[in-house]
């Protein structure tokens, strides 16, 4: 079933938003970029809204996942931390032949490669379509989802890669 924000009409893309959602200040986050990017006419697959409780069985998280990375037309990636969230890693890998990759960082600390300027691991920062650093934190929601949905539209004109995968069966 896909997911329920694809009802809209009118969508400029549908979106799969990964990155960490383990604490409060990170589904504080999520939740506020989900609805900026749904205002900003984006269908928006966020596993937190989607796949809802983490209790259900692991296999049945990890396909509902997976089909929403199958689903979109670009993948929004959190890399804020040290190193970035392993499961965003794992879904950037699966996404990479699959769907452009949109990056994004508000980390204020150091992370990633050395000499890396956007200080993003090396392999996402290589697969991404775009990288979008921003170390001002008053109003980053707005910021930083008003240039995602700059670098979506860039994508969208360009015409988004063909979808040479479409279904989770393919990989079992």
Known sequence: MPPRSDRRSGVLAKVYMAG?????????????????????????????VEVGSYTKNSEEIFRKCLQGILWSDVVVACAD???????????????????????YRTDLRRGGEPGSSAHINLML??????ILVSDDLAGAVAL?????????????????PPKLVESVADYK
């Open 20 to 48: 960490p959602l383990f604490t409060a200040a990170e589904l504080a986050w999520n939740t506020e970029l989900y609805a900026y990017l749904r205002r900003s006419k984006c269908a928006v697959h966020l596993p937190q």
């Open 144 to 160: 930083v989802g008003s240039r995602i949905v700059l670098a979506v539209e860039g994508l969208k004109r360009r015409g988004f």
């Open 125 to 130: 920062s290589e697969s991404a379509s775009s």
């Open 81 to 103: 931390g040290p190193d970035a969230d392993s499961r965003t890693s794992f879904e950037c890998g699966f996404a990479l032949e699959k769907r452009p990759i949109v990056l």
